[in-house]
Nanobody, 125 residues
């Protein structure tokens, strides 16, 4: 069917950069709107950034100017580039993807929403 896989993340020092990827795979699948969220220790999951099907982006105030979301539709992949990281960016990051899949033989479009498995980002001071 559809699989969503995240990669990237890790541990860095304050001011450094990391990049995350979110890939959708499956037969006749394409990603539509994709958002990134994070869950900091002891907190609820929060919105970070979003990129719409045709490229419009928006960001949480806490990351605007430091994070950048982009997409490569040929690879069914969305990226989150995180620059000038701060200790308060430490969290598990999740992508959330709206997907469209062509169901054969009817060619009906099936739309589903998926969460990635999460990836840890740790920023030390």
């Amino acid at each position: 069917q559809v699989q969503i896989a995240q990669s990237g993340g890790g541990s860095v020092r304050q001011g450094e950069s990391l990049s995350l990827s979110c890939v959708a795979s499956g037969t006749q699948v394409r990603i539509a709107d994709v958002s990134w969220h994070r869950q900091r220790p002891g907190n609820e999951r929060e919105f970070v950034a979003r990129i719409a099907r045709y490229g419009r982006t928006n960001y949480a105030d806490s990351v605007r100017g430091r994070f950048s979301v982009s997409r490569d539709d040929a690879k069914n992949t969305v990226y989150l580039q995180m620059n000038n990281l701060k200790p308060e960016d430490t969290a598990v990051y999740f992508c959330n993807a709206d997907t469209q899949r062509v169901v054969l033989p009817t060619s009906k479009i099936e739309e589903r929403n998926y969460w990635g498995q999460g990836t840890q980002v740790t920023v030390s001071s």
